[in-house]
């Protein structure tokens, strides 16, 4: 069984990225191929390069949340408010 050293905590990240794919949908015109698409699971996708980033509004909630002492609200300029 595996110990985890007692400074290392757990931490919930929210972020988001986009990918990309293709859907092949037979319809009798394009608007009722976009509706159907719409409706459709999505297809197997690629990932759009540099398209990662940390939902830093929803990682101060979520550090609130959890109770972790790094919780940090930030002003316009970046400033840490204590």
């Avoid at 595996?2 to 400074?7: F, G, T, V």
């Avoid at 009798?28 to 509706?35: F, I, K, N, Q, T």
């Avoid at 159907?36 to 690629?46: F, G, R, T």
């Avoid at 990682?59 to 300029?77: N, R």
Wanted: hydrophobic share 30%; net charge negative; with cysteine.
């Amino acid at each position: 069984m595996s110990e985890r050293s007692p400074k290392k905590r757990w931490y919930r990240i929210p972020c988001t990225w986009e990918s990309y794919g293709i859907m092949l949908i037979e319809a009798e015109s394009l608007e009722e191929a976009r509706s159907i698409a719409e409706d459709d699971p999505l297809p197997d996708a690629e990932y759009v390069d540099g398209s990662f980033e940390i939902n830093e509004e929803m990682l101060e909630y979520f550090l609130h949340e959890d109770g972790h002492p790094e919780k940090t609200i930030y002003d316009l300029d970046e400033e840490v408010i204590e």
